[in-house]
């Protein structure tokens, strides 16, 4: 498949690293040479110099035999006229990166086919999505529904109140009406060493689970309220929530949180904007101030609050506030910042959960992309590694094979099933079957592999 990629910022280099695990013919485009010395150094890709809404430049690169053409620069209308150009030339499909909410109503639907684009992706609601799913589960940093909502993959950090401390992975099973079932199962665990670095274990039988470890899950649905028993927590509601950040993203996640019953307070540091939103906001209550202000949180009350939220153009700013509104026994702060690198800071600056619209946009881009054997993916940003959803055909090479028949046993896990909606933690006796929908928790290097499997 030969896809090219315009832009060489942190969504196109996540994308062209998914991509070229699985050998595809990858060309990207950008106008920064030193980005893409960079990424042609990093990957298996060819680097082209050049503006992406050049005719010239599109037809130098084949655009016109291109099997995708996805524009994923910070620019709108940019990434609208290179693929509406690319299309016109021949390229298969396209896929243009957006802000506007607007492109994605339905009654504006005829002009975007029009412009013979698509797929439009907006990574202000797709963090806003996101954002609203964290604070549904107060106990988890990361969540991601697989099948329908028939089980889920949630990320948490154990403290000294959880049950499963200094036991081993092959001791984890929860009783059931029903007797023994696997409700759950760890598919990777971040643990601190003695340096003060960071290390990936792939759980096996005798794996031990220790304080602060961070541990990802599979988790079938009916088990979302045994995990939190057995993490010693409860299932809280967050009533009073503060967004600090009258952006795009603090605006969608506003609204999400008003229409779902929430009380909301939106904080805004320009004068004129915040005027502005409270013309647009008129159910929600739009303060203007300064969110790394302790006295003006204190005096919006900032103690009877269960959320804080930060989500403006400043990642240092994000991470300030919510570190202020944990110091004053705010539940649960969630931080949106645009350098990855932030996101491993999680684990020691005690901030819940961090959101990268970045990485969200990009896998979001690669499941449009594997669309067939593919229905799902998502990224854990800790993290070289994915969780892929999988249907089963009846010509797939697993169909009809047990777990144990799975080739991969290092790096890859197959972590749950669902058949005809119900969700199941497979043991290695567990045989697939054609139509089940099967997850897996794969190292970015194997996509390729694996996938071979399930096509």
């Given at each position: ?11 196109g ?17 950008d ?9 042609e150094?990093s ?21 016109h ?5 996805i ?74 529904p ?10 948490t950090?154990l ?15 929860l ?17 601190s060493?003695?340096?003060?670095e ?31 028993k ?16 009258g ?16 009380n ?5 540091i ?7 939103l409270?013309?647009e ?8 101030g ?33 570190l ?33 619209k970045?990485?969200?946009?990009a ?22 590694a994915?969780?892929l ?13 047990k ?16 058949r ?10 567990f045989e697939?079957q054609p ?5 897996v ?15």
């Open positions: 498949m030969k896809i090219i990629i315009g832009g060489v910022g942190e969504v280099f996540h994308l062209a690293k998914l991509l070229s695990n699985e050998m595809n013919d990858i060309v990207i485009m106008m920064d040479k030193d980005k893409l010395a960079l990424i150094n990957l298996d890709v060819m680097a082209y110099r050049g503006d992406i809404t050049s005719f010239k430049a599109l037809r130098e690169v084949g655009a035999n291109a099997d995708m053409f524009s994923v620069t910070h620019l709108q209308n940019t990434n609208i006229t290179s693929a509406s150009i690319a299309k016109d030339m021949g390229a298969k499909r396209t896929l243009a990166r957006i802000s506007n909410p607007e492109f994605l109503y339905k009654e504006n639907q005829f002009w975007i086919d029009k412009m013979g684009i698509d797929a439009l992706i907006s990574p202000e609601k797709l963090a806003a999505d996101e954002i609203y799913s964290l604070v549904q589960q107060s106990a988890f940093n990361a969540m991601h697989f099948a329908n909502g028939q089980l889920f993959l949630v990320g950090v403290d000294e109140d959880c049950r499963i401390l200094d036991k081993r992975f092959k001791d984890m099973y009783t059931t009406k029903g007797g023994k079932e696997n409700l759950f199962t760890p598919i990777a665990i971040i643990r060493n003695d340096k003060g960071y290390e990936t274990i792939i759980p096996e039988d005798n794996t031990d689970f220790r304080i602060n470890d961070h541990v990802y899950f599979i988790v079938k649905k009916t088990g979302i309220l045994e995990i939190y057995i993490l010693g927590k409860k299932q809280e509601y967050f009533k009073n929530i503060i967004v600090l950040g952006g795009s993203i603090g605006v969608k996640t506003s609204k999400i949180l008003k229409e779902n019953k929430h909301v307070k939106l904080i805004e320009d004068r004129s904007k915040a005027f502005d409270a013309d906001l008129n159910n929600i209550l739009i303060i203007n300064d969110g790394r202000d302790g006295e003006l949180l204190i005096e919006e009350g900032i103690s009877d609050s269960d959320a804080f939220i930060a989500v403006t153009g400043s990642s240092e700013t994000n991470i300030m506030s919510c202020l509104a944990k110091s004053r026994g705010v539940k649960k702060t969630i931080a949106l910042v645009e350098n990855i690198d932030y996101i491993h800071l999680s684990q020691e600056v005690g901030i819940n959960a961090f959101i990268n970045k990485l969200l946009t896998d979001s881009i690669f499941r449009y992309i594997r669309q067939g054997s593919v229905i799902d993916v998502t990224g854990i940003s800790d993290l070289d994915e969780v959803e999988f249907k089963i055909h009846d010509n797939s090479q697993i169909a009809n094979k777990v144990s028949d799975f080739p991969f046993s290092d790096g890859t896990i197959i972590a749950g099933i669902v005809k909606n119900e969700g199941f933690i497979p043991t290695l006796d697939i139509n089940d929908h099967v997850v928790f794969t190292k970015a290097n194997l996509i390729s592999k694996v996938t071979k499997y399930f096509k």
